[in-house]
């Protein structure tokens, strides 16, 4: 059996990503995601057992940010490339308001692996909106999906309201509620879960109703490139020989620190985070300052990110950097106490630990909570001993590497006594060092950490039987098979695939049958889903392969029924379902249908012909600048649907989200509810017993009025275009 390597499709999408110079701290969305998710995209294309990878990120085109944040491809070594996919505009956006743009962003993905020769084997999004992202496409295609939540909507919301926020403001701000909905759905269809620390496992995930079982949990700690966060010592051995950038780097830090210190030499006491409240900068700087013996003892540097205006920044770094500089002032740590608006986290970062160490300092993360800790191992591997909170990744970092002492983060006196008996006591401080050296390099590195996922993955596609490393095994998911198709055939149901006369029905679905490979068949309809799929398989016709159900306000793929969470979110812009009934609620010749056939995106009315009801209920609508579409057929139905939805915009839709020209499709239809649809670029067939409303459509190009009813109608329309014959739209892609 033919193997390869695998192909790995990793979702990142808010924040700022980039491969180099980092910007770390820079908001509430550029942190130790970023870092995490990139190294790990760089050290997984070094496995021989990967054949590539792709990073997918969002592309942010706004001049407030670097213009590299708009390049669309960017590749970064032979096997990894970051790949920059729009959605949302090109403006730079908080996290928490591209919840609206994500199925663009699905959308946009698909076209994108459309793009590519091939389809990834394993899907993995990190954080709550990429898990999102990475569930659709894992769901279209029957690829393995992993996801790693980073943080968990559960905690923040209990966080925030501890903190004394009101709940309808939390829910406003940062739509926990839907994230935290999201995230259950996630962690229901997801074949594996990454993380960092079993306390993760255990109380995090634990608190979701749906979590997995243990065993499809992988905790695997992140790793850090020992060759750049190298010990302090062995710059003064000699053995190992700085860069220019290295040596300019550490020339730049220790001018921009002492800017502030008065006596430069003394114990640094380290902090570097981004300015949040949970990294409870406020209490490390009120256990530095009201402990008098440890601020004549030390200096204290706190690197919160990079700032240029601090009121020009987020509500939350504001209040978290105006509190650093009050606090300054409170203890009068003025010639004690650093504050640097900036730091290159490439060069700068591992020389501020090192200079650290070579003052015999202490390195300090007391945040409130903390999944892991990066800086942690991070300041360690350079032999820095550590003090940090007793939470989560700290307590397994600690207990691996025993390179320093675990405090409460809410007890000031136990923070700083910590500090000062590493500062006081040269053997615990050599002790905690050296550990840190050994150990960081026996648990942390990113060769361990990669070599366990990807054993992890491998374990996890054969248990599951998906598509991964095997080119023989075929795959049935409707993503694939969508990719490979040629063209399609889309029907109306009622009077056109099927009617008064059937004779030729059974032909037709032959026909399909044979050209199966190269040709998809949908369905539009005015029908409910379930009323359409039961109606087909009455007639004995297979599952199509897309059903536009209600008119067009509902889009379907493949026998499993899977509803396009795109489609929805396209259609709902501008729609007010409760108000456009109350504005016809007492128009007398409209009689609203029974509850089933109503939908979210559809109003259903029963109404008999007459001059001037269509203008006035155009009119009503209109005045109260209501956005909707308006379909009469049959001379009986009337069905209003949002602005942007019916069956033939479906189908434009289905034409560029998979990429298929709009000439590839043959579109049949016989009542007014068809017009929109065979109207354009599209191939029509009108069939032979046609309403009276498609009249108007005769003599139209592109446009065929067959002489035979339904699916003999359908037949003579495959003839008239050649449409099987036709010469297919350039080389399909291989799934």
Excluded at 364 to 376: D, I, S, Y
Excluded at 726 to 735: A, I, L, S, W
């Amino acid at each position: 059996m033919t193997k390869r390597g695998l192909y790995i499709q990793m979702f990142s999408i808010h924040g700022l990503v980039r491969d180099r110079n980092m910007e770390m701290g820079r908001d509430a969305d550029t942190g130790g995601q970023v870092l995490y998710v990139v190294e790990l995209a760089r050290h997984l294309s070094r496995h021989k057992d990967v054949e590539r990878v792709d990073l997918l990120t969002r592309r942010v085109t706004d001049k407030a940010v670097s213009s590299d944040y708009a390049e669309p491809v960017v590749q970064v070594n032979d096997k990894f490339r970051i790949v920059r996919i729009p959605c949302g505009g090109g403006r730079y956006l908080r996290k928490e308001l591209l919840w609206p743009h994500l199925d663009e962003y699905v959308d946009k993905t698909i076209q994108f692996i459309r793009s590519q020769d091939r389809v990834p084997d394993i899907v993995h999004g990190h954080y709550a909106d990429a898990g999102y992202v990475a569930s659709q496409l894992a769901q279209l295609f029957d690829i393995g999906f992993v996801f790693t939540g980073h943080s968990l909507g559960r905690q923040k919301k209990e966080r925030l309201l501890k903190d004394g926020m009101r709940e309808a403001d939390i829910i406003k701000k940062y739509r926990i509620d839907h994230r935290i909905r999201v995230e259950e759905d996630v962690l229901k269809s997801c074949d594996l879960v990454v993380t960092s620390t079993h306390q993760e496992v255990e109380k995090q995930y634990g608190a979701y109703t749906d979590h997995h079982l243990p065993e499809r949990f992988c905790v695997i700690p992140p790793g850090i490139d020992v060759d750049r966060f190298y010990p302090y010592y062995h710059d003064i051995a000699g053995d190992n020989e700085r860069t220019e950038a290295a040596l300019f780097a550490r020339a730049s830090v220790i001018e921009e620190m002492n800017r502030f210190f008065m006596q430069p030499d003394k114990p640094l006491v380290l902090a570097l985070s981004r300015p949040d409240k949970r990294k409870n900068i406020s209490g490390l700087i009120q256990a530095f300052g009201s402990d008098r013996e440890l601020s004549s003892m030390a200096n204290l540097a706190v690197f919160a990110g990079i700032r240029k205006d601090i009121t020009r920044m987020g509500d939350n770094e504001q209040d978290v950097l105006t509190m650093m500089l009050l606090s300054m002032d409170k203890y009068d740590l003025y010639g004690k106490m650093a504050i640097p608006k900036q730091h290159d986290f490439e060069h700068e970062v591992p020389e501020l630990y090192r200079i650290a160490a070579e003052r015999k300092g202490v390195f300090v993360n007391v945040a409130l909570t903390e999944p892991f800790g990066l800086t942690l191992i991070e300041a360690a591997a350079t032999g820095l001993p550590l003090v940090a909170t007793k939470d989560g990744g700290p307590r397994d970092i600690m207990a691996n590497c025993d390179c320093g002492l675990l405090v409460d983060p809410l007890n000031p006196e136990e923070i700083s006594g910590a500090i000062k008996t590493l500062l006081t006591r040269p053997d615990t401080w050599k002790r905690c060092s050296r550990n840190g050296v050994m150990n960081v390099r026996k648990h942390y590195t990113w060769e361990s950490h990669v070599d366990r996922y990807v054993k992890s993955l491998r374990q996890t596609l054969a248990e599951t039987g998906k598509q991964g490393m095997d080119v023989a095994r075929p795959s049935n998911a409707i993503g694939r098979r969508l990719l490979r198709l040629d063209r399609f055939l889309i029907t109306d149901i009622d009077n056109t695939l099927a009617g008064e006369d059937n004779s030729r029905l059974d032909e037709l679905v032959r026909i399909l049958k044979e050209n199966r490979n190269r040709v998809g068949f949908g369905v539009a309809t005015g029908r409910t889903v379930s009323s359409a799929v039961a109606f087909l398989k009455e007639l004995g016709v297979a599952p199509p392969d897309i059903v536009i159900a209600s008119v067009g306000a509902e889009l379907y793929y493949g026998r499993e029924l899977q509803f396009s969470n795109g489609w929805a979110t396209h259609i709902a812009k501008g729609w007010n379902r409760e108000r456009i009934v109350d504005l016809l609620a007492d128009l007398p010749f409209l009689e609203y249908q029974r509850e089933e056939t109503q939908r979210e995106f559809k109003i259903s009315y029963n109404m008999a012909p007459a001059k001037d009801r269509i203008p006035l209920i155009h009119e009503i609508l209109s005045r109260e600048k209501c956005r909707y579409t308006l379909i009469y057929s049959h001379e009986k139905y009337l069905d209003i649907l949002p602005f942007r939805a019916s069956k033939g915009k479906a189908i434009r839709y289905l034409a560029y989200k998979w990429q298929v020209p709009l000439s590839h499709f043959l579109v049949c239809g016989d009542s007014g509810n068809d017009e929109e649809m065979l109207r354009g670029d599209i191939h029509g067939v009108v069939v032979g017993n046609y309403s009276p409303e498609l009249k108007p459509l005769r003599g139209r190009r592109n446009v065929y009025f067959a002489k035979a009813p339904c699916a003999a109608g359908i037949i003579e329309g495959l003839e008239h275009y050649r449409f099987l014959e036709r010469e297919g739209g350039g080389k399909r892609k291989k799934t």
